[in-house]
Structure formats: C-alpha cells, structure tokens
C-alpha cells in the first residue's frame, strides 16, 4: 500500500475551498486505512508561539517548508499537492526523482501567477510552479471550467497529456437524510455559504420577498446559514420586510450540523453570481433530500450533473422568475422521490490516489 504526503499550504481551521478538500482526502484515507501524513502550517495557529514568530513563520512560508521536502520527500510513494503554495513549494524543492511522484490539484485561478505581481516574480513564483508541472505524474482540475481558465495564465504544451479533470464529492456517510419530517404545502428553503452579496443575496432576498407578496397565505420560511460581509446588510433589509418573521439566521455552524438543517428544509438556494470553481454545497444539500437551485455560471452546472432534481438559473434572471423556479419546485418535491447525489468524496480520492 502507498505511503502518501498530502502537502496544503491551506488546511483548516483557515477557511477555503482547497482547505476543506485537504480535510476530506485526509479523513478519506484514514477511513480507507491508508497511510497518509499531512504537510501543513496548520499546526501554527494553535500553537502558543508569540504572536511576532507566528507572523515571521507565515510571512516565509516557503523556507519554512524546505527541511522536510529536501529531506524526507524519499519517505513517500506519491505526494498530493494540493493548493498554489504547495506546487510552487514542490517545484523550488524536490528534486526530479521526487517531482514524479507528485500529483497537484488546481481548484482556481492562482493569483500569484499574475504577471504584476512584483512579490511572485521576486520569489519566481511562476518558475517554480510551472517546473512542478512539468515534471510532475499528473494534474487534476477540480472542473472543466477551471482547467479552461487556467491556461489563459500559464503554457499547457508539453502537460496536456496529463492534465484530468477530476470532481470533489461529498461524504456520504455525513450528508443524508437526517430526518423524515413532511413538509407538505410548506416551502422551507436554506441557504449554506459565506453571507457576501455576491453569493446572490440580494437576488434571493427580493425573490422570496415577491414571492410573500404575491402568495399572502404562502407557508414560507428561509433559513440561511453563514457569517460574511454581507451579513448585517442582509439583517436589515429583512428586519424592515414583509419578511421579517420568516427568516431565520443561524449564523456560523459546525460542519457536523448541517445535515439536520439541510434535512429540515426542501429547497436549496444559492444564486452566487461568483464564477465558482465547483458547488459542493449543492451536492451536501441534494443528498439530504433538497431540491437545488442554483447558477448557470462556473462550475456550478458540472456539479449539477450529479444530482437527480434541481435547476440552474441563467444570472440574469428577474426576481419574478427566481420566484417562480421556487414556487415550482414546490409543486415538484410533492411528486418527485427523494432528491440524491452521486459523487461522493471516495470517488475523488479514488481517482486522486488510484487506492
């Protein structure tokens, strides 16, 4: 059995997309039994070091990861790079030998690989990144919108023989049904991301706000799920609506409690207006019996194509046909059997690993 490396410069407690992939394969292969050590500096924001050397360690982080990839990348049979910093890491480090050991995952657009950016070219970081690539056993996109993205910035000749695109799936054996309540005649919509205007807030807001007014008698609640930016404005435009009393903040919630919260409701809502790279969010969602409903932007429509019922409205949609997208799948969820996803995050971890 492979002994593996998992090196993400990014891993929780920060939060981010490539953070919560990191966590997934890691807990995956832990579950599969599989040997799996993960290089991080994840380690440092718990530690009780002074606040200056915390800021001094996370400032240098690329010299802060070199005694253990000069010297103990021979320990392993395959390292998962998994984020920006870890590819650029590898490529400034290990040698050739070890570079073909070396899978990387691209989840977005990379902003150090921006050619304005003076602290990138002081530290070459597109040199060092690209030589990864080169020599590197394969590159997987977390979409196909990504991928296509992605070599606006930087050259694919010579790697596109292994470059593969490769879907985040969900745990399975955290999000399902967490209950059998019936919500019959009742539309119960949640909403689950970083509250930021852009995840199409806004939209949502106007959309059940019309679609209140136009149903006085409508059984309607929103919970929303999440803290951000966005987050006292969207308090106030509700406090002063027809709304008022039927949406519920949650604020921030542990991982763990989402199942129950997806479970309590039949619509999913997330009109992000952001050109995301995937939507896990829809899939957790789906696989606890919600109907979805989401953007035709990004890689939004690719994680659609996992999910048995839901609908992607265009961006530029009204509030009347956002409303109305709710009010149908409504009247769908009565016929339809219980919503599921098919991706799950062993699917991923399977292609990643070849375990």
């Avoid at 394969?25 to 070091?49: G, H, M, P, Q, Y």
């Avoid at 009393?245 to 129950?260: A, C, H, R, W, Y």
Wanted: some cysteine; glycine content about 6%; proline content about 3%.
């Amino acid at each position: 059995m492979k002994k593996i490396l998992l090196f993400s410069h990014e891993y929780p407690p920060a939060i981010g997309g490539a953070g919560s992939v990191a966590q997934n394969i890691f807990n995956t292969a832990k579950k599969l039994n599989v040997e799996i050590d993960i290089l991080s500096l994840n380690w440092l924001r718990s530690s009780n070091l002074p606040r200056f050397l915390k800021k001094a360690i996370l400032q240098l982080w690329p010299m802060t990861y070199a005694p253990f990839l000069i010297f103990h990348a021979n320990r392993y049979d395959l390292i998962i790079c998994n984020d920006g910093a870890s590819i650029y890491c590898a490529g400034l480090y290990l040698s050739n030998k070890n570079l073909k050991k070396v899978k990387c995952i691209i989840h977005g657009v990379e902003p150090l690989l921006q050619q304005n950016n003076r602290k990138a070219n002081f530290i070459n970081f597109k040199g060092n990144y690209s030589k990864c690539l080169a020599h590197c056993k394969e590159i997987f996109f977390v979409s196909e919108y990504i991928k296509g993205r992605f070599s606006k910035d930087i050259d694919t000749n010579g790697i596109l023989d292994k470059i593969k695109v490769s879907h985040n799936g969900i745990d399975k054996n955290l999000f399902y049904p967490a209950s059998t309540q019936q919500h019959k005649n009742q539309i119960r919509i949640v909403s689950v991301s970083r509250i930021v205007e852009r995840k199409g807030y806004k939209k949502s807001f106007e959309a059940v706000l019309y679609l209140k007014k136009s149903n006085p008698s409508i059984d309607i609640k929103w919970t929303i799920v999440g803290d951000g930016a966005y987050l006292n404005n969207l308090k106030t435009q509700v406090s002063q609506s027809a709304i008022s009393e039927d949406v519920i903040f949650l604020g921030q919630v542990n991982q763990s409690k989402l199942p129950q919260i997806y479970s309590n409701n039949n619509i999913f809502l997330l009109l992000t207006e952001l050109e995301e790279a995937f939507g896990l969010a829809y899939l957790e969602a789906a696989n606890c019996g919600c109907y979805v409903i989401g953007s035709d932007i990004g890689g939004v429509p690719e994680a659609f194509k996992y999910i048995s019922h839901g609908k992607l409205i265009d961006t530029s949609a009204s509030t009347h046909e956002i409303s109305d997208a709710i009010l149908s799948a409504e009247h769908l969820i009565k016929s339809l059997p219980t919503n599921k996803c098919l991706r799950s995050i062993d699917d991923f971890f399977h292609e990643i690993t070849d375990e």
